[in-house]
């Protein structure tokens, strides 16, 4: 199974941004979809972003469109979140997937009013 390992989380204000990067232990080619979801407390778990590692096409929940950038850099093995506007909802620990079920450690990302 695919080891990952998120970064890039923080503390940042209301309108700041971050970039979430996802590194993965192998060629992320061999992986059909990659994404992100999150984790608050006493929230569901939401899938935030998903992309297909081949085609690009990406798709995202509603609440984050316009806000959150999903890509790919297939030469580095490495999926990006990149958030902007960040509002206070958006915090969480976020999680990078891969459709096979492999999970990354998390990263927390706060966002204060």
């Known amino acids: 199974q695919v080891q990952l390992v998120e970064s890039g989380g923080g503390l940042v204000r209301t309108g700041g941004s971050l970039r979430l990067s996802c590194v993965a232990s192998?060629?992320?080619?061999?992986?059909?979809?990659m994404g992100w979801y999150r984790q608050a407390p006493g929230r569901q778990r939401e899938l935030v972003a998903a992309i297909s590692t081949k085609s690009g096409s990406t798709k995202y929940e509603d609440s984050v469109k316009g806000r959150f950038t999903i890509s790919r850099d297939n030469a580095k093995n490495t999926v990006y979140l990149q958030m902007n506007n960040l509002k206070p909802d958006d915090t969480a620990v976020y999680y990078c997937i891969t459709e096979a079920g492999s999970r990354g450690q998390g990263t927390q990302v706060t966002v204060s009013s």
């Open positions: 192998g060629s992320i080619l061999s992986i059909d979809g």
